[in-house]
């Protein structure tokens, strides 16, 4: 009963907390200068000639990649589509490197060594667009070199691509987006890298061969967010150089992720794994739902909640100071697994059948 009622005061926490980020994000500033983008007309033109602050609208269908690299930008979309170039119109700097994407949010960066090379842009906001077509991008909407940015109410469907990154970006907020990825892709639907203070919630991704991955970033918040139909739900991956921690995981749903997926970037296969803390730090993970993760492939690990050393990185570092509180697991292959490595990592009032060891539920 102990464990119900924490699971359900932190659920209902957790709508709220989500519905006031989507609120707060979605306000508008009322001195702004207004533009309107109509169909087949030029984002980027319009994004040139913007002042700092000022909103673009974009209506209709749009096949370009798009950079924005001022200060308070917001790109709204109604109704809006952008579609991919064809490889030659895709010249942005982030296309360039990277392949073709459908938007950059890039501050002072060299993006041939992925380095901040000067100041973040700022407070630039992007939503209400759905993105198709991309192949062969790393990500359709980049969030590089950046500071305050959101990224909110955007739908991402079908790209031979992962959908958001947050790269050595602080505050970002992920919101209320919808990442149905591809069989063929081997990146997450969103990928927090090098970033700290990142918001990620009310999200729902599907297809994609990780739901959401955070490698060497500290502090944040994912909530609310639901994720199926991939290999592996919520990874945050530990290496001795890329720490990874103090993030509150909570009221999540994380279910069927049972795909078998190869990772490139680690070598390895994964499949059946729901929220997995690898070697990471401070984290907890509080009143999440958690069913059906079990693996269809080879894995080094699977389970609905897995606190153990990261075994994509030849399981060097030891998870530590974790705690997974009040979450509802069931139907997975175990739902929660320790490896007993680290130290003062906790599990208390999980509702769940089986862990590994044997006297992790309640």
């Known amino acids: 009963m102990r464990g119900v009622i924490l699971l359900l005061v932190v659920m209902a926490a957790t709508v709220v907390l989500a519905s006031g980020v989507a ?19 030029s984002i980027q033109k319009a994004v040139n000639a913007a002042h700092p602050g000022d909103t673009i609208v974009v209506r209709g ?14 790109l709204r979309g109604e109704d809006a589509v952008i579609q991919a170039p064809t490889t030659a119109k895709a010249d942005s700097p982030c296309s360039k490197a990277f392949g073709p994407q459908a938007i950059c949010v890039l501050g002072d960066a060299n993006l041939k060594t992925a380095t901040l090379t000067g100041q973040r842009v700022r407070d630039v906001s992007i939503s209400g667009f759905t993105i198709l077509g991309f192949k062969g991008a790393a990500f359709v909407i980049d969030v590089f070199g950046a500071r305050n940015t959101t990224v909110v109410g955007n739908r991402a469907i079908g790209n031979v691509a992962g959908g958001i990154i947050a790269f050595r970006s602080v ?21 927090v890298f090098f970033s700290s203070r990142t918001t990620v919630v009310g999200n729902n991704i599907s297809g994609s061969a990780w739901g959401i991955a955070v490698i060497d970033a500290h502090r944040g918040f994912f909530a609310g967010n639901t994720i199926h139909n991939t290999c592996g739900g919520m990874f945050f991956e530990a290496a001795p150089s890329q720490p990874v921690g103090e993030f509150e995981v909570k009221g999540n749903t994380v279910e069927n992720n049972t795909r078998s997926c190869r990772a490139a970037r680690f070598g390895a296969n994964f499949s059946g794994i729901g929220i997995a803390v690898l070697g990471a730090r401070g984290m907890e993970v509080t009143g999440n739902q958690i069913s059906g993760n079990v693996p269809s492939g080879p894995t080094p690990v699977s389970g609905g909640v897995i606190v153990s050393t990261n075994p994509f990185f030849g399981g060097s570092v030891k998870p530590r100071n ?6 509802l697991l069931g139907h997975n292959k175990p739902d929660i697994f320790w490896d007993e490595s680290g130290s003062a990592n906790r599990f208390v009032g999980n509702l769940c059948n089986t862990s590994v060891p044997s006297s992790l539920c309640n």
């Open 23 to 41: 609120l707060a994000v979605g306000g508008g500033s009322g001195g702004a200068q207004s533009s309107v983008v109509g169909p087949g007309e």
């Open 322 to 327: 974790n705690s997974v509180t009040g979450n």
């Open 61 to 74: 269908v749009h096949r370009e990649d798009v950079i924005i690299r001022k200060d308070g930008i917001k």
């Open 171 to 191: 505050n970002t907020t992920v919101a209320k987006n919808h990442v149905i990825g591809s069989p063929e892709t081997d990146a997450p639907g969103i990928d």
